[in-house]
């Protein structure tokens, strides 16, 4: 960080950002650090469209490793979830330098697929937290402002109340995880404790991930599951017949993997930030 | 089949499969077989109710086990899809017997995870190909006749049409093959002609799902990939800019699995049999 401030760079490697949310995020960091207000550039790549994506596979690399190789750069700060991480994670984490290494890295859903793979490869500061767009929220100021609170002051307020550094975490969209299982993607989570969460997703769909999650074998080398919020669940015909909480012990049992109760996450306002690995001190 | 007729046993290790069609099967076989009317039974088990399921897990695996592991019957047909078979398939494969080996398997979508099963544990004679309940569809006596013709006489008409004994082969519902991946029901598909169709999804999800099957390290090893109908494609937002086939071919190319055009499989009257491996003679 150089001693001046901080500097977060904004980028969409999924679905495009909504444009207010880069007049309404500067805004709230000004108001909650007036003193050390952090640098928030939203690359232009943010508000580009390609069908479903914020630009297509090779712009939305590009915006990240740009801004990721970056020695200005302090973090990056994923736009928003949707769809499309997934395509661009394997190319990007294959042209990051050291100055990318460096970076604390936030977002959730549909960015797990880059988490996944920067964690993988052995990025020290990766976390499971709010992006930008959920200052749109209702209440979303108190989601943007948990995310900025870590990566501008490593905010223990800000973590999901359970972590604690003795145990290593990682947290996921169960659909997200299931998807990146058996690729190149899927990170070594052996002894950590695993949370997982769900929006918008019938009851035999995520019953059908926590199969998938809990058969595979590297999986179950986790030291448990805990389950996050699972919100807009669509509806089941007929009716599922079991909760996701009962659904996620099931599968627990099954496999033999540690249930260890419900985890602070979700898409939500009240989305908490989750260390991969242990939660470390502010990279400088 | 020891010279009598032929018996095929219809368990449902999903969802409930509709009453009328252990009326319109039976009725249908005899207008097709007069001389040789294959004697087709449907387990009590088709018609339970738990929840989404047709009966609770226990009840499922063990009407399939009872049907596989007899020596009576000459085929197990699945009744239908919907969901459940990943939560009993790992149970019931390993309870089956040599009598159950010996077995024709017919079923595809949700049952895919079950065939994966039977496949990967050396089973000859299983197959991707209509279900019972599909005589319910418009036009779908022609479905039901084409799996009844391969489970009696191993019509040749019945297979998709590119299937040819020069090559193994495979099909799979896409979901479903994703969410077999890095569990220990994956079947070993090297060399194989993939075939893959699916059914009321998204693009971004068809998308996303592809990209999960072309990054698995061993799905690299078919000998390529062909495309059925996806049908029902659920609206994406927006407009997911590329279609089916556009997106199969990007990740065939992307991955190196060659891209070997359109099978005649899917969700629809048309949907044809697909042997797991080679198409094999009669089992007797």
Redesign the interface.
């Known amino acids: 960080m150089g001693g001046g401030r901080l500097k977060i760079g904004v980028v969409a490697p999924a679905s495009r950002l909504s444009p207010e949310v880069a007049e309404r995020v500067p805004a709230l960091a000004a108001r909650l650090y007036p003193n050390r207000t952090p640098e928030i550039v939203f690359h232009p790549q943010c508000f580009a469209?390609?069908?479903?994506?914020a630009g297509d596979d090779e712009t939305r690399a590009q915006a990240l490793i740009d801004v990721a190789n970056d020695e200005s750069y302090d973090a990056v700060w994923f736009a928003r979830g949707g769809?499309g991480s997934?395509?661009v994670a394997?190319t990007v984490v294959g042209r990051l330098t050291g100055a990318a290494r460096r970076k604390t890295y936030v977002g959730y859903s549909d960015a797990g697929a880059l988490l996944a793979a920067l964690y993988r490869a052995g990025f020290p500061s990766v976390a499971h937290g709010p992006v930008a767009q959920d200052v749109l929220r209702d209440g979303g100021e108190a989601a943007a402002s948990r995310a900025l609170a870590w990566m501008v002051e490593r905010s223990p307020q800000a973590l999901e109340p359970t972590v604690n550094g003795a145990r290593k975490t990682a947290a996921f969209n169960i659909t997200i995880l299931?998807?990146?299982?058996?690729?190149?993607?899927?990170p070594d989570l052996a002894g950590h404790v695993l949370m997982l969460e769900e929006v918008s997703e019938a009851?035999?769909r995520i019953?059908?991930?926590l199969?998938?999650i809990t058969?595979?074998?590297?999986i179950r080398r986790v030291a448990g599951i805990m389950l996050g919020r699972c919100s807009a669940i669509t509806p089941?015909d007929?009716?599922?017949?079991?909760n996701e909480e009962e659904v996620a012990r099931h599968w627990c049992k099954k496999s033999g993997i540690p249930w260890l109760g419900r985890a602070d996450i979700g898409h939500d306002a009240d989305n908490k930030i989750v260390p991969f690995g242990l939660p470390n001190a502010l990279v400088t």
């Open positions: 469209t390609h069908g479903h994506f769809y997934c395509r394997e299931s998807q990146l299982l058996g690729t190149p993607l899927q009851m035999y019953d059908r991930s199969f998938h058969s595979n074998a590297e089941n007929p009716d599922f017949g079991m």
